[in-house]
C-alpha cells in the first residue's frame, strides 16, 4: 500500500494547515493509520496514529498543536496543524505501520512553515 498524502504548502509562523491522505476502503478500515514527518537531515518520525476505532497519539513534539483524526465515509485521515513553527518544516506522510515497517511510502507532501 501506498498511500498518498496531500495539503502541505508554505505557512508563516502560528499558521495552520490541514493534510489530507485517501485510502482505499479495504486498506483504510481495518488498519491503524499514521502520520509521519521527514526534516532535512533527520530521520523520519512518527508523529501521530489513529486507530480505526478512533483512539489517537501524538508525539510530545507536537502534542496541543496537531490533531489527527479521520473519516470512515471517506477513507481519509486528516492531520491539522495549528501554530506552526520553523521545525516543523518537514514532508510529511501518511502510511499504515505494516508498510512503513517494511520501507513502503507513497509520495509525501511538503510543508515549509517559515519564520
Known amino acids: 500500500v501506498q498511500l498518498q498524502a496531500s495539503g502541505g504548502g508554505l505557512v508563516q509562523a502560528g499558521g495552520s494547515l490541514r493534510l489530507s491522505c485517501a485510502a482505499s476502503?479495504?486498506?483504510?478500515?481495518?488498519?491503524?493509520m499514521g502520520w509521519y514527518r521527514q526534516a532535512p537531515g533527520k530521520q523520519r518520525e512518527l508523529i501521530a496514529t489513529?486507530?480505526?476505532?478512533?483512539?489517537?497519539n501524538v508525539a510530545d513534539s507536537v502534542k496541543g498543536r496537531f490533531t489527527i483524526s479521520r473519516d470512515n465515509t471517506k477513507n481519509t485521515v486528516y492531520l491539522q496543524m495549528n501554530s506552526l513553527n520553523p521545525e516543523d518544516t518537514a514532508v510529511y506522510y501518511c502510511?499504515?505501520?505494516?508498510?512503513?515497517?517494511?520501507?513502503?511510502w507513497g509520495q509525501g507532501t511538503q510543508v515549509t512553515v517559515s519564520s
Open positions: 476502503r479495504s486498506i483504510f478500515s481495518n488498519n491503524v
Open positions: 502510511n499504515t505501520p505494516v508498510d512503513a515497517i517494511r520501507g513502503l
Open positions: 489513529i486507530t480505526s476505532a478512533g483512539r489517537t
